[in-house]
């Protein structure tokens, strides 16, 4: 049971309209959107910007969702987990390279390539202290990933451990996050 009120149906124009970008986007208003509904502010930002995260952009979705995963997995917020292993691997990734996400595995994992431990090391040393992330390590990332990729990779790391938390902290639960086909 959520901690907080689900709005069902949007009284307020900005969630009425946040509930049409999730419902274009998901197929559906995900429990965590029926949430932040009770904010209209707070729904209409997190919902635009969790619609854009859950996309392709600079970055390819399936690595995002994998950098998703080890984000809530390296904070302990396990909101959405489950929807967010299946997108993975609907979007192509291989169900063991998710796996090896699950701990340290990553790091020598035939999965992985140097461009993307980098990038989940940053998910790492983000999750302990964001402002201590080594300059060897953003030299390391700026090997592989341009400025504008960066950018991204830092924002879904960072959304996504603020998402987590809201979710776990407010007993969210969203089995499923998309209702429509991702591909």
Same mark, same amino acid.
């Given at each position: 049971?959520? @901690?907080?009120?689900? *709005? ?5 124009? $900005? ?6 970008v999730? !419902?274009?986007?998901f197929?559906?208003v /995900?429990?965590?959107? &029926?949430?932040?509904g009770t904010? =209209? ?14 996309? !392709?952009?600079?970055?390819?979705w399936?690595f995002? !969702?994998?950098? *998703?995963?080890?984000?809530? &997995? @390296? ?7 489950? %929807?967010? $292993?299946?997108? %993975? ?5 291989a /169900? $063991? ?12 994992? =035939? ?10 090391? +940053? ?6 202290? @964001?402002?201590?992330v /080594? ?7 700026? !090997?592989?990933?341009? =400025? ?11 959304t996504?451990i603020? *998402?987590? &938390?809201?979710?776990?902290? +407010?007993?969210?639960?969203? =089995?499923v996050l998309?209702?429509k /086909?991702?591909?």
């Amino acid at each position: 049971m959520t @901690a907080t009120a689900m *709005i069902q149906q949007p009284e307020h124009d $900005e969630v009425a309209r946040a509930f049409r970008v999730a !419902e274009a986007h998901f197929g559906h208003v /995900p429990n965590l959107v &029926r949430v932040l509904g009770t904010n =209209p502010a707070m729904c209409r930002t997190i919902t635009a910007f969790f619609a854009q995260s859950l996309q !392709e952009g600079r970055v390819s979705w399936a690595f995002k !969702e994998l950098v *998703i995963l080890k984000t809530l &997995r @390296a904070v302990g917020a396990y909101y959405g987990y489950g %929807a967010h $292993e299946q997108l %993975a691997v609907a979007l192509g990734n291989a /169900p $063991e390279k998710v796996g090896d996400l699950a701990n340290s595995l990553w790091r020598t994992s =035939p999965h992985f390539d140097d461009a993307e431990r980098a990038v989940l090391e +940053l998910v790492e040393q983000i999750g302990i202290d @964001a402002n201590a992330v /080594p300059d060897a390590l953003w030299e390391r990332l700026r !090997e592989h990933w341009d =400025p504008g990729q960066l950018i991204e990779l830092t924002a879904v790391i960072t959304t996504f451990i603020m *998402i987590g &938390r809201v979710g776990d902290s +407010l007993g969210v639960s969203d =089995p499923v996050l998309f209702t429509k /086909p991702v591909t």
